[in-house]
């Protein structure tokens, strides 16, 4: 099942200004690229141009990107108030 | 605006509203702080709930939480490798393995505790900073909102974002942590019942070692619920880098296990969520006028297969609040961090909270050694499928023994070794 299947059953909020800011750019220098498998949610997708892209409106708000990009390339908030995921059974 | 509470208390999870319950309770002013639209929306853990310290210091509420779940009366370990895997069974009517229930179920009836007792929850409300002065926090900042408080209670959770941003503790490093990543699925009680060899309020806890994570530290979980199944994965980040997988990956390759097949046979996936844990005890960020507790201050054990989460964070968050409540009746004055200290560890000295951080300092490396979740899972795996299966001649305990040790490389002189020089120190 991909990302996108396992998400899909969520109840979000999604607040249209992403919470988490992504300097692509250093992601160029990037070899090794973990957040690509980490993220649970698959938030971070490498384009065919083999840039990468960052979307949030799949995050599940677990920190995991804050802590393993070594390149300091993310700039990690919670989302705005109320907003984000909604755990219903957590 | 600025608003003046006795107790302003960021984050309605298990922790924060342990201490707004008690301390509204003795007729403080609590505010409770949460981000999420309601509390337990911002929530989420493996499955179960410890319960042997939460009915030392809450007697009355521990027989309400009992009601919420099943109580666990059958654990089972079960370790794979090369498609076979070998499981440890115990069972006991009397067995305490705590309660399986929904976190989101537990946070809203522990949210109306609070309400009950007179704490005023704000949902929707994201704390920005945490306000110092001095050497002592005064309140927080929320919005446009400065909230002034003689205590501050930081419950905001492992991603200690306000207390790095006031510099109080260091960033949380891959090594600190494991991801955990699940899936809950609903599924019609009585089928659960029958499948499971349950009755109506039993459930059971199972975790599943080696091949499911590819040898990595970490493992995965079933826990069985009133009519809900939690599956997940554990992994620890400290070998992510080794991590080839993705989580979907190996959610879909654990459902080939006949354990985990008949529950996305029977059931409805209904959500997926992830959070990470603390596998190192965190160093705690206090001063006057501030308390942490909960992930926020540490207040998590990790050992092997136990992991003590929620339960030692609604005991942190009873006895914060026990002890904020006696210096603030005796004192009539904030109290100072060291007067709460001492009025902390004599509330908390009634549970084995204090005890259990204290031997998962000593003991958490042990843990992350890999050779437990892959040669100790493979030699034990293998032993057992060449022992007792009957493939040609039957072989003798002793040989059988005597090969799986040497195909893995271990010896009956290495283990004890090994034993004398890490283990007894548990």
Known sequence: MSFDEKVRVNAYLVHPTPHIEVDTAKCRTCKTRPCLRLCPAGCYRELPSGEVAFYHDACLECGTCRIICTLGAVRWSYPEAGFGIWYRFG | ?426
């Open chain 2, 1 to 426: 605006m600025s608003l003046k509470f006795d107790i302003v208390v960021i984050g309605g999870g298990p922790a924060g509203l342990a201490a707004a319950y008690e301390l509204s309770r003795r007729g403080f002013k609590t505010l409770v702080l949460e981000r999420g639209r309601r509390p337990g929306s911002k929530n989420l853990y493996g499955g179960r709930i410890y319960m042997s310290s939460i009915e030392k210091i809450c007697p009355e509420l521990s027989k309400e939480i009992y009601k919420l779940g099943r109580r666990v009366v059958r654990e089972v370990i079960m370790l794979t490798h090369g498609g076979t895997s070998l499981n440890i069974e115990i069972e006991s009517n009397d067995w305490r393995g705590g309660v399986v229930t929904s976190l989101t179920r537990f946070v809203e009836w522990l949210a109306q505790k609070a309400e009950e007792a007179g704490a005023c929850i704000v949902t929707s409300a994201k704390v920005d900073a945490i306000h110092v002065h001095g050497n002592r926090a005064s309140g927080v900042r929320c919005g446009t909102d400065n909230i002034l408080a003689d205590v501050v209670v930081d419950a905001e959770g492992v991603n200690r974002i306000l207390l790095e941003k006031a510099g109080l503790v260091p960033r949380l490093s891959p090594g600190d942590v494991a991801l955990g990543v699940k899936e809950v699925y609903r599924v019609d009680p009585r089928e659960i019942e029958k499948i499971f060899d349950l009755e109506e309020d039993t459930g059971l806890a199972l975790l599943a070692l080696g091949e499911v994570l590819d040898y990595l530290t970490g493992g995965c979980f079933m826990y069985v619920d009133k009519s809900h199944i939690h599956v997940g994965a554990v992994l620890y980040l400290s070998n992510y880098a080794r991590f080839r997988r993705t989580f979907p990956e190996v959610l879909d390759r654990l459902y080939r296990l006949p354990m985990f097949r008949k529950v996305v046979k029977i059931g409805e996936r209904v959500e997926y969520g992830a959070r990470l844990l603390p596998v190192r005890p965190l160093p705690r960020a206090e001063m006057d006028g501030l308390v942490t507790i909960g992930d926020a201050g540490g207040y998590l054990v990790h050992i092997g297969p136990i992991i003590r989460g929620v339960d030692y964070a609604f005991v942190s968050g009873i006895c914060a609040g026990r002890a904020i409540a006696e210096l603030l009746e005796k004192e009539r004055r904030p109290p100072s961090l060291a007067s709460f200290r001492s009025a902390f560890n004599k509330y908390v000295r009634e549970t084995s909270l204090m005890r259990d951080i204290e031997l998962f300092k000593r003991v958490y490396t042990y843990y992350e050694a890999e050779d437990i979740y892959s040669r100790y899972v493979k030699f034990l795996v293998d032993f057992f499928r060449e022992y007792l299966e009957v493939k040609n001649g039957v072989k003798s305990l002793n040989e059988t023994l005597y090969m799986s040790m040497r195909k893995h490389g271990l010896s009956i002189w290495g283990l004890a070794m090994e034993y004398l020089r890490k283990f007894r120190k548990m």
